[in-house]
């Protein structure tokens, strides 16, 4: 490891990263081997974070990412939310259908912001907090989509909410991001080679927004 970083942060931040993408959680012995970092060492880390709220223990003494870190990501949201906001007013102005950015909180979908056209009668409204499993919608299905770099967009039909139809693409590129950018309509039918161009450059932008 280079001279002018912290070996300890590192560990840390490693740790923190490996419990988050473990929702069944691990146990310390477990946790040292996929750090490939010494149990003793790993129980101090662990011990460390604990005091800081960024770990907790379950009654069978499995780790998991603590409460501390929903406050950390608080107060990153906004300004994930502003950077993206325009890319979203433009999508959900030029379509006529609600946008949104979903971010991936372990196994839901939650919508972190949500922009309405301004010119339809009528539309979806969907709120900023709404969480969904994300093997349902195509906000959570574009996330999984991640993993998949052959499949550009998720589209959907009634799966949320009866008569709405959404289509959304992955946020790719952006360490430690796993979101989508969508829209969703109350129309008959969803019109992919017009819609699917139009999120995929949205989900592109909202990610060169965020580098």
């Known amino acids: 490891m280079p001279s002018e970083t912290s070996q300890t942060l590192d560990r840390g931040l490693r740790a923190l990263k490996v419990l988050a993408d473990t929702p069944e959680g691990l146990t310390i012995t477990e946790l040292s081997g996929r750090l490939e970092v ?16 960024l770990v907790r223990r379950d009654a069978r003494s499995r780790l998991f990412v603590g409460l501390g870190v929903l406050q950390l ?40 912001a949500v922009v309405e056209p301004t010119w339809t009668d009528f539309h979806v ?25 052959e499949t550009p967009y998720a589209v959907t039909s009634g799966e949320l909410q009866s008569g709405a139809r959404g289509l959304a693409a992955p946020v790719r590129g952006v360490e430690g991001l796993r979101a989508s950018v969508g829209v969703v309509t109350l129309a008959s039918s969803i019109d992919e080679d017009a819609v699917a161009p139009q999120v995929i450059e949205a989900a592109r932008l909202v990610a060169e927004r965020l580098r």
């Open 73 to 112: 990501a608080s107060a990153v949201q906004p300004l994930v939310r502003d950077l993206a906001m325009p890319v979203l007013r433009s999508l959900a102005e030029s379509l006529g259908s609600t946008a949104h950015l979903t971010f991936a909180d372990g196994d839901e979908a939650l919508a972190l």
């Open 38 to 53: 010494n149990r003793t060492v790993v129980y101090r880390l662990v011990s460390t974070l604990e005091q800081h709220g």
């Open 125 to 149: 409204a969907y709120r900023v907090g709404a969480r969904h499993p994300l093997s349902q919608g195509a906000a959570g299905k574009a996330i999984t989509l991640l993993d998949d770099s």
